[in-house]
C-alpha cells in the first residue's frame, strides 16, 4: 500500500507535503508531484499537510489511472525533497475540475 497524489495536485505545488516525508519519496512534475510507490512507507504523515487535499491512499477506491500514473512518472520525473516557490496562480486552480485533461504535462520538474 502507498499514498497517491491526484489531480488536485496539478497547478497547485504548494509543496507542504514534500517537506513531511520521512522517505523523501515524493517527484516533481512541471506542474505536479508524485509519490513513488515502492519508497513510500505508508505513514500517512503527508495527506493532512496537502492544502488541496491531493494525497489520498490507495486503498481509496477509483484511484487506478492515479496510481499508474504516479507509478509512472516516479520513474521518470526528478526527486524533490524541498519545499520550492508556489505558483503565483496556485490558489486559482485549488479545486478547479478537470485539470488532468486541461493542464497535466508529462515534463519534469527541476527537483
Ligand atoms: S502539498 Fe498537495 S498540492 Fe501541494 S505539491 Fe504536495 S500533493 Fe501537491
Ligand atoms: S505516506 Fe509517508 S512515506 Fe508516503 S509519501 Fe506520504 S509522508 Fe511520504
Same mark, same amino acid.
Given at each position: 500500500?502507498?499514498?497517491?497524489?491526484?489531480?488536485?495536485?496539478?497547478?497547485?505545488?504548494?509543496?507542504?507535503?514534500?517537506?513531511?516525508?520521512?522517505?523523501?519519496?515524493?517527484?516533481?512534475?512541471?506542474?505536479? *508531484?508524485?509519490?513513488?510507490?515502492?519508497?513510500?512507507?505508508?505513514?500517512?504523515?503527508?495527506?493532512? =499537510?496537502? $492544502? +488541496?487535499? !491531493?494525497?489520498?491512499?490507495?486503498?481509496?477506491?477509483?484511484?487506478?489511472?492515479?496510481?499508474? *500514473?504516479?507509478?509512472?512518472?516516479?520513474?521518470?520525473?526528478?526527486?524533490?525533497?524541498?519545499?520550492? =516557490?508556489? $505558483? +503565483?496562480? !496556485?490558489?486559482?486552480?485549488?479545486?478547479?475540475?478537470?485539470?488532468?485533461?486541461?493542464?497535466?504535462?508529462?515534463?519534469?520538474?527541476?527537483?
Amino acid at each position: 500500500m502507498a499514498y497517491v497524489v491526484t489531480e488536485a495536485c496539478i497547478k497547485c505545488k504548494y509543496m507542504d507535503c514534500v517537506e513531511v516525508c520521512p522517505v523523501d519519496c515524493f517527484y516533481e512534475g512541471e506542474n505536479m *508531484l508524485v509519490i513513488n510507490p515502492n519508497e513510500c512507507i505508508d505513514c500517512g504523515v503527508c495527506e493532512p =499537510e496537502c $492544502p +488541496a487535499e !491531493a494525497i489520498v491512499p490507495d486503498t481509496e477506491p477509483n484511484l487506478e489511472k492515479w496510481a499508474e *500514473l504516479n507509478a509512472k512518472f516516479s520513474a521518470e520525473w526528478p526527486n524533490v525533497t524541498v519545499k520550492g =516557490e508556489t $505558483p +503565483a496562480d !496556485a490558489d486559482d486552480f485549488k479545486g478547479v475540475p478537470g485539470k488532468y485533461d486541461a493542464h497535466f504535462s508529462p515534463e519534469p520538474g527541476k527537483g
